[in-house]
């Protein structure tokens, strides 16, 4: 208990003291800001909504206040999880159509229809490194013979 009354926490809402509140999002809306400029995706936004919104609670701190925020923090968190869903939708879409596969790699793609997207990219860089055999491992010990 001393911490939390060395840290200074005066609001029961507020999740941080105000100095360090304060510092992080700073820090968040400098990250979101940088990420949206290179993605430009609506969800970095939200984010950046969902962290520095919490700091009105430094500053208010009445009940009222408090569930304005918990509502509006719900509500974006739902919209940025439609986003992702939206997103991987469309990436899900784009990606079969968007990607020419060669014979045999094309054969190894359509087997593997239970393997999520990285486990096929890795499975695809395997067989690329690999060559025909199925492992790197066995390939180590063409040459030579069992009990040599």
Do not use: N
Request: glycine share 6%; aromatic share 8%.
């Amino acid at each position: 208990m001393q911490i939390l009354a060395a840290m200074a926490l005066r609001s029961r809402f507020a999740p941080l003291p105000t100095q360090v509140h304060i510092l992080f999002c700073i820090l968040a809306t400098v990250l979101f800001i940088t990420l949206y400029l290179y993605q430009r995706k609506l969800k970095d936004l939200l984010w950046l909504l969902v962290c520095d919104l919490p700091l009105i609670l430094q500053f208010y701190g009445d009940e009222v206040t408090a569930l304005v925020v918990g509502v509006c923090e719900i509500l974006l968190l739902v919209m940025i999880f439609l986003e992702y869903t939206k997103e991987r939708k469309l990436s899900r879409e784009s990606a079969p159509s968007g990607e020419s596969v060669s014979g045999e790699d094309s054969k190894e793609a359509s087997s593997d229809s239970g393997l999520s997207d990285l486990e096929k990219a890795v499975a695809l860089e395997r067989s690329k490194l690999a060559g025909k055999t199925d492992d790197i491992i066995s390939q180590a010990f063409d040459g030579e013979e069992p009990g040599a």
